[in-house]
């Protein structure tokens, strides 16, 4: 048996189940197909009930919306479809009053193009301290007429676009990582850094418990802008192509070595930030979504005077084998209990394949899927489902921190029956059609069976179409049913807090073959059958089960909890 320790320490965030709302898709309040402030205080008490602890709210601020409000046009402002500050300040009284924390998305590696700063920026002259707040750079050749370098956007396309003098020449280039609409603010600046203790501040001083900070891994870019070409597909991300698959050691280091990624200058910042939040009482949390491999890297990250906690996206991204899971659980809690910090577990999120789907598609797609080349069809409903509440039970019973994604509590598949048309992810277009991009995990979620839009709003209207065989998938349609998704997720969650499995141990169970994963967590027994086949275990003592048991055999794909 192996024993694998936790790090120690009270604050909340520590054994938390965060659950992500992606606020156009939870509920509307007013029908107009986009969901709202108003509406996700009308159901916050569906989540109180479901059991969790926290919320996070991906983000609502003032945005042109190019690509779905991570183009931040006003920090300290809510855009209108989402409704007013007034609405956040009720919003957050509610989720308080019902013992929920509330966590807001904070997104600083770049603004919208629309953004007050970079519209000075672009009237400013070349040099000015306005020009300075991003990155602008003169091109290469006799007229400049050449990008800085060959870096490749996220989302497709050059990562650099050249702009035109207020005279109509040819000007400087700006850099954006993701969207030409996402320009990259220059965080070596300390102009730039002083505003946004101000941002933070601003939010802290409403009531927010934290941040989750997007591309935590970015802002600072290596000296010299050096060319950059990836070795593998998926390394512009940080390396998710390199997760769970069998990569060159060479090729993964590479991709460590990418220059707009993880460098140190980082970590000053969020110190920073650390000590912003220090300035406020009780336990804020800041959580990193940091793409970097290896995880003992990643652990950097979180040490005390840095982040929180940091998303695991080694384990959501692990193969469904016992051996890779034992090995990435691991891994995981050795790297950030090495800092002190806990680990945190997550299967899906507004960014990747929904894990219903995911674990049923046999290829690596994170970033979107549908029918075509890629993936060749559907996968397997049921499999894919089987395998999303086994592993769910597995991520459930682990010592840390664990997010959900809204919508998984039903057990939502990625709609991938998406038409063309309705796409609106800016990744489709920069990539000329070639890559779904993440609309398929956005679809707006079914509240209420029989009602017009599932109930996501008053009205049919939803700015992503709903799949017309989403009723069974209803709240409503779950709500008491022995054996549904969202009676799962609730007595999980209930047994989780129960036992305290969030702040326990890990000691492995040997002896029940290479496709069964086995562990005890206090008084909890935990057995998962990765394999094809049944396996006869003894069962008694059963405190849950991810799918029906018949007899004494654990089916395969299934998990179980039974008491030790």
Request: net charge negative; proline share 7%; glycine share 10%.
């Amino acid at each position: 048996m192996t024993e694998v320790i936790t790090s120690t320490g009270s604050e909340w965030w520590r054994t938390a189940v965060i659950y992500q709302i992606y606020p156009r898709s939870f509920a509307s309040s007013n029908g107009d197909g986009i969901g709202d402030l108003p509406g996700i205080t009308s159901r916050l008490h569906s989540l109180s009930e479901l059991g969790v602890d926290a919320v996070w709210l991906s983000p609502f601020f003032r945005s042109p919306q190019k690509d779905a409000g991570y183009d931040v046009s006003d920090y300290c402002d809510v855009d209108p479809m989402f409704g007013t500050l007034a609405d956040f300040d009720t919003m957050v009284s509610t989720a308080h009053d019902l013992g929920l924390k509330v966590i807001v998305d904070m997104v600083p590696n770049h603004t919208s193009d629309q953004h007050v700063w970079f519209q000075e920026a672009l009237a400013a002259p070349e040099g000015s301290p306005e020009r300075d707040r991003y990155m602008f750079h003169d091109g290469k050749g006799p007229n400049g007429d050449i990008a800085p370098n060959n870096w490749e956007s996220v989302f497709g396309g050059p990562m650099w676009e050249r702009t035109t003098n207020p005279d109509g020449t040819p000007g400087q280039w700006y850099l954006h990582i993701f969207d030409v609409s996402q320009p990259d603010l220059n965080w070596e600046n300390p102009w730039v850094r002083e505003q946004f203790f101000g941002i933070l501040r601003f939010w802290l001083d409403r009531g927010v418990d934290g941040f989750r900070v997007d591309v935590a891994h970015g802002m600072i870019k290596e000296e010299g802008l050096p060319d950059y070409t990836p070795p593998v597909e998926g390394a512009s991300m940080g390396g998710t192509a390199a997760v769970g698959t069998d990569v060159d050691p060479d090729i993964v280091e590479a991709i460590q070595e990418t220059p707009y990624w993880g460098h140190s200058g980082v970590h000053e910042i969020w110190r920073e930030w650390n000590a912003v939040l220090a300035e406020y009482e009780g336990d804020r949390v800041m959580a990193a979504e940091a793409w970097v491999d290896p995880l003992e890297k990643m652990a950097l990250w979180v040490r005390p005077d840095e982040f929180s906690q940091a998303f695991n996206f080694g384990y959501m991204f692990t193969e469904w084998t016992a051996a890779t899971m034992r090995s990435i659980v691991d891994e995981s809690i050795a790297a950030f209990s090495s800092v002190g910090a806990p680990s945190t577990w997550v299967l899906s999120n507004h960014d990747v394949v929904r894990h219903a789907t995911r674990l049923a598609l046999h290829v690596d797609v994170p970033q979107g899927a549908g029918i075509g080349p890629m993936t060749k069809g559907k996968p397997d409903t049921a499999e894919g489902l089987r395998r999303a509440r086994a592993a769910t039970s597995l991520m459930l019973s682990l010592p840390g921190s664990a997010y959900l994604y809204q919508g998984e509590e039903l057990g939502l598949p990625e709609d991938m029956d998406l038409p063309d048309s309705a796409r609106q992810d800016p990744t489709w277009f920069r990539t000329n059609h070639e890559k779904y991009g993440r609309d398929g995990c956005r679809v707006p979620i079914p509240w209420e069976a029989d009602k017009p839009s599932y109930g996501f709003g008053p009205s049919a209207k939803s700015w992503l179409p709903q799949p017309a065989d989403w009723g069974p998938y209803a709240r409503d349609a779950q709500e008491g049913v022995a054996g549904s998704t969202l009676e799962l997720y609730r007595s999980a969650l209930a047994l989780r807090a129960e036992h305290n499995l969030g702040s326990g141990t890990v000691e492995w169970i040997d002896g029940y073959g290479p496709d069964v994963l086995a562990l005890r967590n206090g008084a909890v027994t935990v057995i998962v059958n990765f394999g094809a086949v049944a396996v006869e275990l003894p069962l008694d003592d059963l405190l849950l089960a991810s799918d029906g048991i018949v007899g004494g055999a654990l089916p395969a794909d299934t998990a179980v909890w039974l008491r030790s």
